[in-house]
């Protein structure tokens, strides 16, 4: 499952009420709706989707296989909570994933790719002038997806997605922070302008560049937030 298949609110509805559930609760947990260490209570559950405990409990162990929630002996679901190091581990293994997708563009014809991309940065732009910031978040992964998927190369795009995937409820609020200057935008469209110029080597460095400069602001968020918690 990739992650433009999972993000739309307005699709029509999947065809099964768990991916339907799972699609909701998804996009609370990244937007920040749902905060982290918040408890999943299925009985709440069922009555806000309507829905027996079956679908409620297939979606929970869907979002707990894609790193999302968390199962405590006893307790239950929660959403996810991340330690500091989580943080950082999670980020300097993206950047190491993320330049190893680049590298693995050296060789092919990728005027397809950025043919796509450049579409891809039209939209983000749209949703930039629109001051649509969940649709900007949206494209901003689907840019990073369409290069994984592009290269073909399952191995990383499995490992990838995971990790990706428990990302992405701080790379919203990063995003949503800075919104809305054009900061992921500008550094789509320079990435873009190295691929085609074929130098993949600057587009590595410059993803990898990117995503550790985005650690620094992961790490002061996770600090301020855990000193919220403490008052």
């Known amino acids: ?17 768990s991916y339907f559930i799972l699609n909701k609760l998804r996009w609370r947990i990244i937007t ?7 408890a999943l209570r299925e009985q709440e559950l ?15 162990r869907l979002l707990l296989r894609n790193g999302l929630v968390e199962h405590l002996p006893r307790r239950g ?3 996810r909570k991340e330690t500091r190091d989580d943080v950082r581990n999670i980020y300097e293994l993206r950047a190491a994933l993320e330049g190893m997708v680049i590298a693995a563009l050296s060789g092919l014809d990728i005027g397809p790719l950025c043919e796509t991309l450049q579409g891809r940065c039209a939209i983000m732009e749209g949703y930039y002038k629109a001051n649509d910031v969940e649709g900007y978040f949206r494209e901003n992964s689907t840019y990073h997806q369409c290069i994984i998927d592009f290269t073909g190369n399952r191995p990383i795009a499995q490992v990838l997605y995971y990790v990706n995937e428990i990302s992405l409820p701080i790379r919203y609020k990063l995003l949503k922070e800075a919104f809305p200057t054009r900061r992921s935008l500008d550094y789509h469209e320079e990435i873009l302008r ?15 560049e990117h995503i550790l400069d985005n650690l620094e602001r992961a790490m002061a968020s996770f600090d301020e937030n855990e000193s919220t918690d403490l008052t």
């Not at 992650?3 to 009420?17: F, G, H, M, R």
């Not at 920040?32 to 918040?38: D, F, K, R």
């Open 46 to 60: 069922e009555a806000d989707y309507g829905s027996s405990r079956g679908p409620v409990r297939e979606s929970l």
């Open 1 to 17: 499952m990739g992650l433009a298949t999972v993000y739309y609110e307005n699709d029509s509805l999947p065809q099964t009420l």
């Open 77 to 79: 679901f929660r959403v």
């Open 32 to 38: 920040g709706e749902l905060a982290p260490g918040q």
């Open 194 to 208: 190295q691929l085609k110029a074929g130098d993949i080597q600057a587009a590595k460095r410059l993803t990898q």
